[in-house]
């Protein structure tokens, strides 16, 4: 089942998410239907934030990437509880996008190389260092569960010439394909 991507402007995008335990009811459909939503709207990352959810909870899938590199095909998973630990390497700038901000692309830095721990979709609890793509798009998901949104690292001069399309986006001013839920 699609779930319709929550949009920024709504307050679910800025809620504190909570950890959820092995009880949690009907995680497998939700960790199901969260993977049709992703790959409905053509992202390689979503939060629960971003469908509605206060959880600490995110997936990730780089395989679309594939034939730019085999290793992304790999590279699929389900985070839950994640805590980064470290993060360390050069600060590399990556343009980055957002199903929840949709038609706004911006280059943001990021340290390239993450330590994290976090519990497998069978709670099986994981430990990891990465990089590379796989590092920057668990950097952003992490991000929603804690509140952030890859434009609050904008420089004021470049917050101040994304914030005109930001308030067409709030008001619904956007093309996707996708079902979305605004701010009401
Ligand atoms: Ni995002």
Redesign the pocket.
């Known amino acids: 089942m699609i779930i319709p991507i929550y949009i920024y402007g709504h307050p679910i995008l800025r809620s504190e998410c909570k950890n959820i335990d092995a009880s949690y009811d009907g995680l497998e459909s939700l960790i199901e239907n969260m993977f049709e939503t992703m790959y409905n709207a053509n992202g390689i990352?979503l939060?629960a934030p971003?469908i509605g959810l206060a959880i600490n909870l995110f997936i990730i899938d780089l395989s679309p990437y594939g034939d730019e590199d085999p290793s992304f095909l790999d590279m699929k998973e389900v985070f839950i509880n994640p805590e980064i630990i470290e993060e360390s390497g050069q600060e590399i700038c990556h343009n980055e996008g957002?199903?929840?901000?949709p038609g706004v692309r911006e280059d943001i830095e990021r340290k390239s190389v993450v330590k994290l721990k976090y519990l497998d979709q069978n709670f099986i609890e994981r430990e990891v260092e990465i990089s590379g793509l796989f590092a920057r798009v668990v950097q952003?998901?992490y991000d929603?569960l804690n509140k952030t949104?890859?434009i609050d690292y904008l420089s004021p001069l470049k917050k101040n010439i994304v914030n005109r399309k930001l308030n067409s986006i709030i008001k619904g001013k956007f093309k996707e394909e996708y079902p979305t839920v605004l701010k009401k």
Do not use: A, K, R, T
């Not at 957002?98 to 901000?101: H, N, R």
């Open positions: 990352g939060s971003q957002c199903l929840s901000i952003h998901e929603h949104l890859f």
